[in-house]
């Protein structure tokens, strides 16, 4: 049985190594290619007087899809925004059981924005009269919204977890 588990663990680390390279890539990418877009929007305005017509709309649309990208990196690596006055008021144990619910509340609330995008998503989609913006459909572009919720609840989910085992670990050594 334990060898069952920790296979399993190293394909789940596997798996989450491979999302995390997947992520920093496309956010790579992405950044770079807001910076050549808009450099060359500069330059074809500064030269012939005229840009890409279809550029400043998808340069905003690229700034939000780095943004919330972002927050999915943000999320995994614990750098998101948080209050955090609970762990100076209150002692070790108890905070470390508070992490676990105050991931596992993050990680409820974000499920809740992914249903609501995917609905916002749908219904877009199936209106079918959104606008096209590089041969791109306005539900399309705004598949980031579900795509990054629900990377964010997965990050807090894993974070819940693990914080569940140090909680349960400390509690076995007090």
């Known amino acids: 049985m334990s060898t069952l588990l920790a296979w399993i663990s190293r394909g789940m680390q596997q798996i989450g190594r491979l999302l995390e390279r997947l992520e920093e890539t496309v956010l790579l990418l992405l950044l770079a290619a807001m910076i050549i877009l808009a450099c060359a929007q500069i330059v074809l305005r500064d030269i012939w007087g005229g840009g890409l017509s279809w550029a400043d709309p998808l340069l905003r649309v690229m700034v939000l899809w780095a943004g919330l990208l972002g927050a999915v990196v943000a999320t995994k690596m614990d750098k998101h925004i948080s209050i955090d006055l609970a762990s100076h008021l209150l002692p070790k144990p108890i905070f ?16 809740v924005l992914t249903w609501v995008a995917v609905d916002f998503v749908g219904q877009e989609a199936g209106q079918g009269n959104g606008q096209v913006m590089a041969g791109l459909a306005s539900w399309q572009l705004n598949l980031v919204f579900p795509i990054a919720f629900a990377g964010i609840a997965l990050r807090f989910l894993i974070s819940s977890v693990r914080s569940f085992r140090v909680a349960l670990s400390s509690r076995k050594g007090a």
Do not use: K
Request: aromatic share 18%; glycine share 6%.
């Open 96 to 111: 470390r059981w508070l992490r676990v619910v105050r991931y596992l509340f993050a990680t409820g609330i974000c499920l």
